[in-house]
């Protein structure tokens, strides 16, 4: 029997029938209109979604092969920075290690402010280009896009932003924030399958594109082959992943970006509210322009329970939120809500979380569940 | 409305319901057992296809991602030789290059013997890592597998061959005929959607996989995860891919391998009989160990006709066949027949086929489509 | 875009994805082994639900299809009584008009117990059959199935029962309480689309079946198709519903029936629960032999708020629950729990509900939705 | 392991995968207006195809559920004729016998022309009610409703008109004939799946309807809730398979219906130019009025074959074509070619038929691919 496990994790995220049915399509012919028509409606939508005027090329691979496109595509042999707080700026890092000819990390706290002021010295020292998540769902904590594009800019670097997990579901603007390379995964905020990553690329990147990138992440063929009529891919691609996405991307352009975005704060408002009323605290450290993420809360446990009893008691109401990764474990647990999540999904993760909260002795303060059904009534 | 043209190609084929079906599922947690059950079904079957003890590991990506995982874990700063016969022997040329300390080419004429003679020399030369493409369709020849894998052991150098397009539809024997790392597609003769790459490695090639490859085809994290239970993947992987890829294995199963290539062989000689039937020739040149390809069937566009003529008369009928690639246009057609195609699209594409030879004026000698039914009926 | 509201309703009911998917089929020759098969497991599954040794007929039509079928097979020109408390009840009287010589009424008030006693004065003036609803959607009530069996049985009348909202959620009974006629619809308890009603039929009512009902429900027509090998329909039957059906069935097999039962009863449970903890009326009077229906529950809207408001209030949060039907319109709602409904939307439904009601003024006793979750963790 | 034959009978049809994932929709309201807006769009369709200006009406049943509801709405009571030249035009007649006063059959042979002094005569004796069957599947005839219907008129008859396997592959203009009512069933020419039945009703037909047809056939409750804003049925529908028939009417209409009727007269030409190749017999007897099946083809099986031999070698190559149904068991074979089915099935059918032909040792003149590949390309 299988598993119907509602799944209120930062990724994957519950897909609408739309888009899951677009897959059943018939093998077609990827070097034809219809592919290059669904591929060409991606684009358009994700350009919007990343708040940007390039087209964003579409690998087929996880959101990892489109950090790791970004990374060797424009940091190989070059001077890389890594601003770390929580666990996909550690694989930045890592992949950076790959290709740069100088990797450094700049460690905060899992879920705690950037040192913005060890990057301006870096920045100083000759690093040439520069990776952050914009969204660490590791730690539930917004990192500051902006500001970090400003910085970069202004001393000339390359920056290569991770938006996995916030581009479709929070603002995102690429182009206006001095974003270079940016990226995002198909089964996040967009509430596709997992199995594609776009990523898109300034000019000013483009001209400093480097030689001999792996074969497969070699972004300037995706660029040729996506300028083709119809649109195309170099290699042979995920063709139903593509046929989801696009469903993916018509929804949310009948939803509309703003209203999308809108939604997301509105359930991350009922989430943070919920938390409130439990008298419970928020994981990440905030502060001027480092907030809460605004597509999956980070909370703590409280103290007489651990992460296996916790999620225990919550998955007993077939639903699965997450825990904490890696020294956060037993510390926190963490509720997706991104994509197409909607209001009963919400209602019962609260119900649920509650209720668990309440069996661990923790003296909730007040109801979590109508404190979150004021938000989103 | 949507294009229903029937896809007589070398890949992507047409795909059964049931593979088809087994998208549409609701998302799944990829770090849990459904996800683990099915990967684990790939494998059992892949094994048995591939003719190893190994298990194949799966990575979401095309065929040329599967290429690239072989020559970047396995001929990175090392000498490497391709055998060239055809289109994908040139792509794995291509590769070596970004990652060989040395790519030697083999060249023969696309769709003649490989030059196995050379092949001695550079070994003997020193050259460590050895590529060939077992099943070329752009030329419609079946290179020898096992005489190839005995003379790169006699040197103990490591044998990549491509599989691509043989696995699943013709006899493939990894282990026995020394093949170190082998590698499959997934919309190919599995018939499941294109997104996935399998690679099987012999523990011989294990004992030499070098550091640092690309990181999303770093063989060794894929087989660390693998090992887990439930099995996973490094990175997130394409989901539904997956499930398809899974429920086609099942199907093979059912079907059974000896069966399933005897199916194979079966429709290459109803082609072959048509072909024969028209009086047209067929394009490859073989030998003694050197065959027609299984999988797919080239032969010559007749002498009055053109790529675009010739499959746009078929494809009047509703029916894609391929033409030649490069400077094979003009020259050639190829009818895929691979997967799960059977009796009414071969008797359809052969009828259509032969309408179209009629037409150019060609002197058909006998019913190509009657022949072909005396083999499959 | 799609209305993707969560339906709370008694019927139609969500699905499971392995049911839709079930439809997706391409079309297959109903009277060949594919259909029959499938026919034939719908068949031993129901038998267990129905609680019966003889094989349900299966009628491509909705659960009036099967009511109109039992009705005209055994009812046409003889003497029947209908005992109503409710809308469906109703039905039956107005069905049994077409074809009765003499069709009587027994009402009662909606949702208040039937009266046994009219019933056995009616039977001992001549009633030859005798229709109940089991279970009384319309008023959230569940009526005595066994007991009415004995009464019908001393007087050798045919007990006609519609258990169309009851079997597959509920306990029922047909061999042993005596039911010659029972019905389900394929759209309730079942988990299936609607489109099928299923009837089994006693040997004792077979001895009385009537010549000449419609043609299109002529049951034994049924019968002798269903007798064939492979398994038959008189008349080409809704395919797709069929096999959609079976899936249902097969995952109730999984289940098990025990288990099944026992969901449903401790859906109910906390339903009630959480009525009880905001101080809000059940509807339904009950006494020793009738009880609150186990797959509806319907309870009374506070007194400062009508259906519309209501509703409307939970429709925000995208679900969607029944109001009272004809003159229980503004006094009553109603929240489906059968089939495949799970924690997750019930937890929801009762949040939006205890939401809603804490609106209209109504002062709240206690938090419904942890007195759900306590009977549901 | 699932039957993948290639089904080319006159119903059920294959269907376009669109029409099949239509299905996998989660349950609706079926009062709702996601429903209102699929039941709409069929009959704005439909009424295309009927040509007419009524509003079909569309039950959830087979069509002969659709053929019942005629003549229990306007037979009843009333003398019926019923013209026959094959099985349905037969199955008319049963039906007739439960609801007319009197049902007077006009035999003909099957396959030959109706009788249509016989008609008159009978209708100047008093009939007032007469059916037809326009496409008679089970002889392979078409039948004239425009001469008949004029016979009708002129006696002031109600005409009845079964267009179950034309409507949708072929001419028919209710309006402009004089047809009172017609009938359409969901699985033929429409390539939707089985399931629903839609009647058109004259004003003329709407003054004479009867009380108290059959409760869940009552056409005048259909017409009722089809008034309704959104449109509603009065019972609860097969819901997926007014979701599927939607979609095959969107499909008809991108297609154009004339565009559609053109290429169900040129397959039927495709697949008459091959049997005259083949120099094998057509079974029906046409005259002035009478003419070959558009969406069917009836012809004689050679000499020294029978049913089971025949149609058992065009099965080994997964093809299934009709048999000749009661006493035409053995001497006739049937092609279907209606609804979605295009070139390769139509190539791959005669081909494999004329392999057959060839088997039995009939001496074909030529070949009927290639004459039916001339029609087709």
New interface residues.
Partial sequence: ???????M?P????????V??A????????R???FGNAYADIVRVLKGLFGTKNNPLVI??????GM?AAV?NFGKGRKMAHLINGKFGERMY??GQ?YASEALPIESEWGTPLNLEKLTSALEDGVEVVTMVHNETSAGILNPGEEVGKICRKHDALFIMDGVTSIGGDVFKADDWFVDVAIV?S?KCLAA????AAVSVSDRAWDRVVK?P????DLPAYKKNAAKDPMETP???????FL?LREACL?IE??GIENRISRHHKMAKAVRSAVAAWGVDMFPKTDAIHQYSNTVTAACIPANSNDKDFRG?VK?????IAGGQDHLKDKIFRIGHMGAV????L??????T??TI?KTGHKVTD?G??AA??V??
Same sequence: chains 1, 2, 3, 4.
């Fill in positions: 029997m299988e598993d119907e496990t509602l799944l994790l990724g994957p995220v519950p897909m609408p029938e739309r899951r049915s897959m059943a399509r018939q093998a077609i012919n990827h034809g209109a219809e087929s691979g996880s959101g990892t092969s790791e060797s890592t992949i790959r995964g089964q399958p997992a199995g594609l001999n792996p074969y497969y992440l290699y042979t691609p995920a063709v139903p992943i989801a929804i009948e939803e008691s007993k109401f077939g639903i699965q909607s209001a009963p999904e209602l019962a993760t609260i119900a649920a509650e209720y309440r109801s569940v109508m059904a004021e989103l009534g």
